[in-house]
């Protein structure tokens, strides 16, 4: 009961506060600025009530819903006075606090009202979304590593947009292309080609050298790739002149927003490799992990030890399956629970598709998980193979040691 509990709701523009004590008494409720004026506001007020109320303790919570609360984290840890106390800062799930929110059915929605609930779900425990970025260096990786993840995210729709541009001009070539439809050939080839008519007239030797050119020579019968470049032009629907001139403005749009985001990730791989190297780790010892992968997991979980298992960590990056039972029934086809850390999910599940391909035991746990089933097999192996690798992960960090690939 010496613990003054303050629950924040964070926006834009201001914050609001709730002081709450051991026994669920609101003892403050108000509001300030979101920014350095309003963050020693607040300060100020909490120092006034942890001295007249005679606490030790303090245990701050705010919802990790944006990048809002970040900057007031830094004014909280970097206060000297708060440092007198024993203090505790939490980001907390907004799908749990929601969730606990519910047991005061009568509550109305409100910035007040959210930040009572915050308060109120700190004083119950069972908290455990602790915030570590007091060793900033994690934070300042997490930015280069989540900017990525932003950057490969826009990288796919974009491509799936040209994948529809591609439909639009040159139809049967989206549907039986000889190469893949987003490679640098392809590119090239829908660039230079004005319409499916400049294919189909081409000569095949042109075709041909073309596809040599801008693959790099990479298939050994290049001539048969220009056949069936030329007969799936033929297939293909024509365009009125009008719509194929839009079409052409339209992909070389798309191409060059893929090239820039392309150039992006380069870009951000190269600083995140930099900043990588000032945090000591053992996960690149794992073959096929790499650098940025790694970077990716250890960004987001930052000190291992604020994990009690290695089960918290999967439960923490949404690879835990939820569970339908009742008497004697229980449901096989169960789904992944929703929330999660999605930048940790996507950094552990890119890095065990690339672990696999490397490592003989992650190869066959793969292999045995993808011929268990005859629906999304590689989607359901890959993500099985992630959850293998979260308890690698905690384990190498855990102990501090490196990886030692298993003799099969």
């Known amino acids: 009961m010496n613990t003054l509990f303050v629950g924040i709701d964070i926006s834009s523009t201001k914050n609001v506060v709730c002081f709450m004590d051991g026994s669920g008494n609101r003892l403050a409720n108000f509001s300030v600025d979101n920014?350095?004026?309003?963050?020693?506001?607040?300060?100020l007020s909490i120092i006034e009530y942890m001295e007249k109320l005679c606490y030790t303790k303090l245990s701050i919570g705010l919802e990790a819903t944006s990048i809002y609360g970040d900057l007031l984290i830094y004014e909280l840890r970097q206060n000297s006075r708060l440092s007198n106390?024993?203090?505790?800062?939490?980001?907390?799930?907004?799908?749990?606090?929601?969730?606990?929110?519910?047991?005061y059915p009568d509550?109305?929605?409100?910035?007040?009202?959210?930040?009572?609930?915050?308060?109120?779900?700190?004083?119950?425990?069972?908290?455990?979304?602790?915030?570590?970025?007091?060793?900033?260096?994690?934070?300042?990786?997490?930015?280069?590593?989540r900017a990525r993840f932003s950057a490969v995210?826009?990288?796919?729709?974009?491509?799936?947009?040209?994948?529809?541009?591609?439909?639009?001009?040159?139809?049967?070539?989206?549907?039986?292309?000889?190469?893949?439809?987003?490679?640098?050939?392809?590119?090239?080839?829908?660039?230079?080609?004005?319409?499916?008519?400049d294919i189909v007239y081409a000569s095949l030797e042109d075709i041909a050298a073309f596809v040599d050119k801008h693959s790099?020579?990479?298939?050994?019968?290049?001539?048969?790739?220009?056949?069936?470049?030329?007969?799936?032009?033929?297939m293909s629907y024509h365009l009125p002149k009008t719509v194929n001139n839009s079409i052409n403005q339209a992909i070389a749009i798309s191409l060059a927003s893929i090239r820039a985001l392309e150039k992006q990730i380069k870009m951000l791989d190269k600083a995140i490799e930099e900043?990588?190297?000032?945090?000591?780790?053992?996960?690149?010892?794992?073959?096929?992990?790499?650098?940025v992968y790694s970077a990716g997991i250890i960004a987001e979980l930052g000190n291992v030890n604020r994990f009690h298992s290695q089960a918290s960590i999967a439960k923490f990056a949404g690879l835990v399956w939820t569970q339908y039972q009742s008497g004697n029934f229980e449901a096989e086809n169960?789904?992944?629970?929703?929330?999660?850390?999605?930048?940790?999910?996507?950094?552990?599940?890119?890095?065990?598709?690339?672990?696999?391909?490397?490592?003989?035991?992650?190869?066959?746990?793969?292999?045995?998980?993808?011929n268990e089933v005859n629906k999304n097999n590689h989607k359901r192996a890959i993500v099985l193979t992630a959850r293998k690798l979260v308890r690698l992960v905690f384990r190498l960090l855990k102990d501090n040691r490196l990886y030692k690939v298993p003799e099969l």
């Open 216 to 234: 790099r020579s990479h298939f050994s019968n290049s001539k048969t790739i220009a056949t069936a470049i030329k007969q799936a032009a033929d």
């Open 85 to 103: 106390f024993i203090l505790s800062i939490h980001l907390l799930n907004p799908l749990q606090v929601n969730r606990f929110k519910k047991i």
């Open 107 to 145: 509550l109305q929605k409100n910035d007040f009202i959210d930040a009572f609930v915050i308060a109120d779900h700190l004083r119950f425990g069972r908290i455990t979304d602790a915030i570590y970025h007091d060793d900033y260096r994690y934070k300042a990786l997490q930015l280069l590593t």
């Open 334 to 370: 169960t789904h992944l629970i929703s929330g999660g850390n999605r930048s940790l999910r996507y950094y552990l599940v890119e890095a065990a598709n690339s672990v696999r391909r490397c490592d003989p035991e992650f190869n066959r746990y793969y292999k045995i998980k993808y």
């Open 275 to 291: 900043n990588f190297r000032v945090i000591p780790n053992t996960l690149t010892s794992i073959p096929g992990i790499g650098a």
């Open 153 to 197: 995210k826009n990288l796919i729709k974009e491509k799936q947009r040209f994948n529809n541009y591609l439909f639009i001009k040159c139809s049967s070539l989206k549907q039986k292309s000889p190469i893949s439809p987003t490679s640098a050939t392809m590119y090239a080839l829908v660039e230079a080609f004005d319409s499916v008519d």
């Open 35 to 43: 920014n350095k004026k309003g963050a020693k506001q607040l300060i």
